[in-house]
């Protein structure tokens, strides 16, 4: 191999290790940074990772073996880890932020290293062995996605220090904030919605800050502080997402809540949490900060692990804690449910106080209704607002992007259930498209994930109760679909089984098909890339 040659064989890889950093450092951002979900994706992942690990072998073998052959094989790995990291358009965009260029100065510092024998080479200092030097630069790209991994363990001492920064701000302004009333909303699903149907209602009258969509972390919390909180605020709905046990608690370290609302508990991230019973634990570190606080508690007692963590002790001897839900031994209960028009109509029933009122809403799907009674029952219990102003005010509510939403494409119907998944919220969804009498009844799914062990038993039962209810079952991408396809069973109203590679794809088709009836189509989940 010449010297010109190598030299831009050199710069060729560099600039292959800049596009390979741009993947992965979107996958780790997909992973929100953390070191144990970022393992455990890689670890799920290896096969993805093929090309590099063959790399890795040969560029050891050409340490010891030099030969022709071994720099054939070695360039056939290097245009094909280019071709598996060329760009291609993004569910969720990767954002560079300063944690981002922060991540971006360590991994380079650390490529770097790769390339010094052979720039010192170069510069004289070392002895003349480029193919030796050229082979170390081979294998650290073909190791390039532990690396980036590395980056983000060596900054995190440094992200730690910035992060408590960050999180002592946002207390000094909440301690300056006396008469701020903070809500807590959490749930395995259903807390999204609940926070932006609870803003919708309470800022009729008040001053009221919601943290943004996904802002459910310590940090997001605390980005949401410290950037938009103000002294006309006299509400502060924060949204508390968890992968693993005490994340709750420290977001409630930091904001101390008042009230709050749980709205579901479920198997999500199973992965992280192992089981059901540490998720139950932790979405009620919520209560245990409520209770701390002398407050009220709100939760969907439909929720029959919710129903659990209630017959504790330390619950069942707090009298602040109030159950809702769409069954009448609730405190607080939806009755009459009914949809006319393409609008549901029900009584929101008061049990304590022996009152009920009408509800008119644009809203699908008895998981909704079970939302709304839980924010109508925090406001109603408190007297934040009047039946009047609350049935006035929930006319308006829109459903949130995503999430059950119904829009008329012209040529058919589409229910967009994309932005997240899990059993229970699958099973409200096909009830939902299970209401369109006398339509074509399609689902699009990739399935669901983050479920642990559990993951694929509730896939087959996904593929089995949507071939109870849907005329056509479009899969999306390989991984899921073998799994939902072993619950589907064929019955003489399932017209069609296929499976695409892309969500829009089946889309596109399920719209071009020509039916003797109209079509309704639910898209149920649609996943970020770092799992597909």
């Not at 010094?116 to 193919?131: I, T």
């Not at 309470?202 to 919390?221: C, H, M, R």
């Not at 949204?239 to 101390?256: F, P, T, Y």
């Not at 589907?488 to 499976?499: G, M, S």
Request: overall charge neutral; proline content about 3%; glycine content about 4%.
């Amino acid at each position: 191999m010449n010297e010109i040659f190598l030299n831009r064989a050199v710069v060729a890889i560099a600039l292959l290790e800049l596009l390979c950093a741009y993947k992965q450092l979107h996958m780790l951002q997909l992973n929100s940074y953390n070191i144990d979900s970022h393992s455990i994706w890689i670890k799920k992942n290896l096969k993805s990772f093929i090309s590099n690990i063959i790399l890795l072998i040969a560029s050891i073998i050409r340490l010891f073996v030099p030969s022709f052959t071994v720099d054939i094989v070695i360039v056939i790995l290097l245009f094909t880890i280019l071709i598996e990291n060329l760009p291609h358009k993004a569910k969720k965009k990767f954002v560079i932020t300063y944690r981002i260029i922060r991540l971006i100065i360590s991994l380079v510092i650390i490529l770097f290293l790769t390339y010094l024998p052979y720039v010192l080479c170069k510069l004289g200092v070392l002895e003349d062995n480029s193919k030796l030097y050229f082979s170390i630069i081979l294998i650290g790209l073909s190791i390039e996605p532990l690396l980036v991994h590395m980056a983000n363990v060596i900054n995190t001492p440094i992200e730690k220090i910035l992060r408590n920064r960050f999180i002592n701000d946002a207390k000094s302004m909440l301690d300056s904030s006396s008469d701020l009333i903070t809500i807590g909303v959490t749930g395995s699903y259903g807390k999204t919605s609940v926070k932006n149907f609870l803003h919708h209602l309470l800022s009729i009258e008040y001053g009221t800050l919601k943290t943004p969509d996904s802002f459910n972390t310590t940090l997001g919390v605390t980005r949401a502080i410290r950037e938009n909180l103000n002294a006309t605020h006299k509400f502060f709905i924060a949204e508390m997402g968890a992968r693993r046990r005490k994340d709750i608690k420290e977001i409630c370290d930091l904001v101390n809540p008042k009230y709050c609302i749980i709205s579901s508990i479920g198997p999500q991230h199973l992965e992280t949490f192992k089981t059901i019973e540490n998720i139950a634990t932790t979405k009620f570190e919520l209560v245990d900060s409520v209770i701390k606080n002398s407050g009220k508690v709100f939760v969907c007692g439909d929720n029959k692990y919710i129903q659990d963590k209630l017959s504790e002790e330390k619950y069942k001897s707090y009298k602040y804690i109030f159950t809702y839900g769409i069954n009448k031994d609730n405190n607080y209960y939806a009755d009459n449910i009914h949809i006319e028009n393409g609008r549901t109509y029900w009584d929101f029933v008061d049990n304590i106080n022996n009152t009920k009122f009408t509800i008119d809403t644009s809203l699908l799907g008895n998981h909704n209704i079970q939302n709304l009674v839980g924010v109508i029952a925090l406001c109603i219990n408190n007297n934040f607002l009047k039946p009047e102003q609350i049935t006035d005010r929930i006319k308006s509510i829109k459903p949130i992007d995503h999430r059950l939403e119904l829009k008329n494409l012209g040529d058919s119907l589409m229910i967009d259930d994309a932005f997240n998944s899990n059993p229970d919220g699958a099973k409200a969804a096909l009830d939902v498209l299970a209401t369109f009498d006398g339509y074509e009844k399609i689902i699009i799914t990739p399935g669901m994930v983050e479920l642990g062990s559990v993951e694929e038993e509730e896939n087959k039962k996904l593929g089995l109760y949507a071939s109870s209810i849907c005329n056509r079952i479009y899969m999306v991408g390989k991984k899921r679909a073998d799994i939902i396809s072993k619950g589907i069973e064929q019955n003489e109203n399932l017209h069609e089984v296929k499976t695409f590679d892309k969500v829009e794809d089946a889309i596109i088709y399920a719209r071009a098909l020509s039916c003797d009836r109209p079509k309704v189509i639910l898209i149920e989940n649609d996943l970020p890339d770092n799992y597909l």
